[in-house]
């Protein structure tokens, strides 16, 4: 038990995040089909919720899902992947980069449907489409947790990530694959942020630091030879 508490203190907002998740998975899955429907449509970030309500729209969005059944997966994935990126960065840059996704990719996913309604390729419907969900902020967490992993682990799982995310993008995307894409390019776009880049460190082929703590240091000055020093 004080390993889980531990874990748990060491990344409270990921845990935060998962209980209120739960508690809004047990009001779906407890409510009538037609609440259902009501309730993830009035907290969606859609185009109509977004223009009537934008700010309480982006942020209560990000508490729901849609399946309920699927909670048990998100769980999971909130432990390998949120709550070990949020002990990595801390508590306020992780925030800042998966709470920054989150709301980059709605809006411009979004921007995008509104764009092929006004095109006529897709039906004005859509401005009430169901949009909620926390994929977006977990794209870019899964983003940041590249520069986590050492050589030739981390190639492995960039590699698998970049095939996760542009396959569906490339085969007949939809407005959340795109979502997707962006909040992934975030997550990478966050190596500042990250220890690593704050230590300046770099490694080479085989995982080993070439700056950082292991940092060559210049050879001392030599002393100066006392017959040659000047009184001034």
Do not use: K
């Not at 209560?60 to 048990?72: A, C, D, K, L, Y």
């Not at 920054?100 to 411009?108: D, E, F, N, Q, V």
């Amino acid at each position: 038990m004080a390993r889980v508490r531990d874990w748990v203190r060491s990344s409270p907002g990921t845990h935060i995040w998962l209980l209120v998740i739960g508690i809004t998975s047990l009001v779906i899955a407890s409510a009538s089909e037609g609440l259902g429907q009501f309730l993830v449509h009035r907290t969606s970030s859609n185009i109509h919720e977004l223009n009537e309500h934008p700010l309480p729209s982006l942020l209560i969005s990000g508490f729901w899902i849609e399946r309920p059944g699927s909670f048990v997966l998100y769980a999971v994935l909130f432990e390998l992947v949120h709550a070990n990126v949020e002990r990595w960065l801390g508590s306020g840059r992780w925030l800042l980069t998966v709470g920054g996704a989150h709301i980059a990719a709605t809006l411009a996913s979004q921007e995008l449907v509104l764009l092929a309604i006004e095109g006529h390729r897709l039906p004005r419907s859509m401005t009430h489409v169901v949009d909620i969900g926390v994929s977006y902020g977990l794209a870019a967490a899964a983003g940041v947790l590249t520069y986590r992993l050492r050589p030739p682990w981390r190639y492995g799982y960039l590699c698998g990530l970049l095939v996760f995310f542009a396959v569906p993008l490339l085969t007949g995307a939809s407005f959340t694959d795109f979502g997707h894409a962006i909040a992934l390019v975030m997550g990478f776009a966050a190596w500042p942020l990250t220890p690593a880049a704050a230590a300046g460190e770099l490694r080479d082929h085989d995982g080993r630091p070439t700056t950082g703590g292991d940092r060559a240091q210049p050879p001392p000055d030599p002393e100066p030879d006392p017959g040659s020093r000047q009184e001034r």
